[in-house]
């Protein structure tokens, strides 16, 4: 890393710290509590194979400390996440988490082995760690768009983890500022574009939520992409119970209609953790007004 390096910049340098911070408050926020209320594991799933799939090269290639240390923190972060959803399993909503994992994961696998630019297995993994960065908030935003309250730590966590990947659009912006046609990675690019304009309509339905669940101030993309995940569930339920019988393990491929009610119910347990959390921020709000840095 030297200082005449553009990729070495304050977007970069800011959007790694505040990837960090929230990812760090999200476990944090969960094991003060011991709840999982509110947090989505299909996220840290997708996250943990994006993280695995993008760092292979800590173990092929010399890296400095800053990269080592963060890529690392990702995945080990990540993983004890979901080690808090095992171990604090009494408080988490299965049915409420109802993305369809298969949906997702199969289609992007292929999309970047179709895609990937090089030869080897390495590049493809690089690829897909790419193409699917962008879908792996989406389970957590279903879980804040149905929720009859939202948790504050859930938002706040989005908000860091959602937020860091803006910066690095303005990152790019800058470098090929600078190098001009030197300079390009339309794999990033697109799947930036994709996870900034989700997060950004995440920002307005938060914005105008409402105590009561229901499509009130929804914008059209989070109708498309709640009317989605409920198509993907009863599809895969039909399809895995006509040629096997059963649903594929561990809510894999999203809940079925059986799932329907439960995952329309009011969560007791969420909505006490975010009325205190509320409470928190307003009382941290208030004692720190009188202060100046």
């Not at 706040?156 to 470098?175: D, E, M, P, S, T």
């Not at 900034?196 to 920002?203: H, K, S, Y």
């Not at 409920?230 to 809940?255: C, H, V, W, Y």
Request: charged share 20%; aromatic share 12%.
């Amino acid at each position: 890393m030297t200082t005449l390096d553009p990729s070495w910049n304050v977007f970069r340098l800011v959007a790694d710290f505040l990837h960090l911070a929230g990812m760090g408050f999200g476990l944090a926020a969960i094991l003060t509590s011991r709840s999982v209320a509110g947090f989505s594991r299909k996220t840290q799933v997708l996250f943990q194979c994006v993280f695995v799939s993008r760092y292979l090269d800590v173990f092929t290639s010399h890296q400095g400390l800053y990269l080592l240390f963060f890529k690392i923190s990702f995945n080990l972060i990540t993983a004890f996440m979901l080690w808090t959803f095992t171990k604090l399993h009494q408080s988490y909503d299965a049915a409420a988490d109802s993305c369809n994992l298969m949906a997702m994961i199969l289609p992007v696998a292929i999309l970047a082995w179709v895609t990937a630019e090089g030869e080897g297995f390495r590049e493809e993994a690089w690829t897909f760690s790419e193409l699917l960065e962008p879908l792996a908030l989406i389970p957590q935003y279903i879980i804040c768009y149905r929720a009859s309250k939202v948790r504050p730590a859930a938002v706040i966590y989005v908000l860091a983890v959602g937020g860091y990947r803006c910066l690095y659009v303005c990152n790019w912006i800058y470098k090929r500022y600078l190098l001009h046609g030197a300079y390009h990675d339309y794999t990033s690019w697109i799947g930036g574009m994709v996870e900034c304009i989700i997060f950004f309509d995440f920002l307005v339905r938060i914005s105008q939520r409402r105590e009561v669940i229901g499509s009130i101030g929804a914008s059209p993309l989070g109708q498309i992409m709640l009317l989605l995940d409920d198509s993907a569930g009863r599809l895969s339920e039909k399809i895995e119970m006509k040629t096997m019988g059963r649903r594929i393990p561990f809510g894999l491929s999203g809940p079925g209609s059986q799932d329907d009610e439960h995952a329309r119910k009011q969560w007791d347990v969420s909505d006490k953790l975010g009325e205190e959390e509320g409470c928190n921020l307003l009382t941290l709000a208030d004692g720190d007004s009188g202060h100046t840095l």
